[in-house]
């Protein structure tokens, strides 16, 4: 069952990395190149202005970048803590010696918060790393 939780978690979290990539990041990244071409374009300026140039073309895609996987993490934290945190319940809960039927009856206790955990933050996905925030964000860093 846990690993059936990962599964959904990983798969909700490419989804919405797919989505962005899609709506937003192939966006920024057509710029940037679109930018660099420009920068190649200009013959009367040094190499070394050429390579900033192009540098700076890519530094809204790279923030964008940062964002997402930032965001990633925070997320990926923090059902880590709330899973760590079922995993600690129950062990308060758990005497030293538990029977069988005891260990049985929590993991399903932990299994049960796990999934409360899977549940809530991934409907914190929208809100955290939502369509809206990153508009916001690439219009804020766009060139």
Excluded at 120 to 136: A, D, G, Q, R, V
Aim: proline share 2%.
């Amino acid at each position: 069952m846990v690993e059936q939780q990962r599964q959904r978690v990983e798969q909700e979290m490419t989804k919405m990395v797919n989505e962005l990539d899609k709506e937003y990041l192939r966006r920024m990244q057509a710029d940037m190149h679109r930018c660099a071409a420009k920068c190649c374009d200009n013959t009367s300026v040094s190499l070394e202005s050429v390579q900033r140039c192009v540098e700076n073309c890519g530094n809204s895609l790279t923030k964008a970048q940062g964002y997402v996987q930032k965001e990633l993490e925070n997320l990926q934290n923090r059902l880590q803590r709330c899973v760590m945190d079922c995993n600690d319940t129950v062990k308060d809960k758990m005497g030293p010696n538990p029977s069988e039927t005891e260990v049985n009856r929590y993991t399903l206790m932990f299994e049960g918060c796990a999934i409360k955990c899977v549940d809530k933050h991934l409907e914190l996905i929208p809100t955290n790393i939502s369509s809206n925030n990153f508009i916001y964000y690439s219009l804020f860093f766009h060139n």
